[in-house]
């Protein structure tokens, strides 16, 4: 009874909510980096490479023997440097991706948080905060003045 308890204060208190509301956004923005990534930014450079595929890149140690009937005995023994390639080159596209996407979000933060541009509504919390902070520096201003 006590662990019901536990997990209903958890689930009350809202970290269960703020969970479940990350982890939706997440997955949606997976899908917008995934579909950026590969319909975007990977066809120019697949125009580049020529059509070249990466996955079948690899260094063969030992061939695969096969019977007459053309069944396989042994497989082939080989390391796919190729794939490794092309995930590397996926990370790397990825994460330029979602660097650029939050550049784009931190500047666009930035300048909601701006008191003096007047283009963006600013938030009423930091309009009031940037008022508090230039009632204080006039405040201080003035003691200084009487000392």
């Given at each position: 009874m006590k662990l019901f308890k536990e997990f209903k204060e958890f689930a009350?208190?809202?970290n269960m909510m703020d969970m479940a509301i990350g982890i939706i956004i997440g997955?949606?923005?997976?899908?917008?980096i995934d579909v950026l990534v590969k319909k975007i930014f990977l066809p120019p450079l697949s125009l580049l490479t020529d059509g070249v595929n990466f996955q079948n890149k690899r260094i063969i140690l030992k061939d695969a023997v096969s019977d007459a009937s053309g069944t396989v005995l042994t497989d082939e023994v080989a390391i796919g440097y190729g794939a490794l390639g092309e995930a590397l080159l996926d990370f790397?596209?990825?994460?330029f991706t979602v660097f650029i996407v939050v550049k784009f979000m931190n500047r666009l933060?930035?300048?909601a948080q701006d008191t003096k541009d007047t283009t963006v509504v600013t938030?009423?919390?930091?309009e009031l905060l940037s008022h508090l902070t230039e009632l204080m520096e006039e405040q201080n201003a003035l003691l200084k003045a009487k000392q």
């Open positions: 009350v208190k809202g997955a949606s923005f997976n899908k917008v790397i596209i990825i994460g933060r930035n300048k938030p009423k919390d930091i």
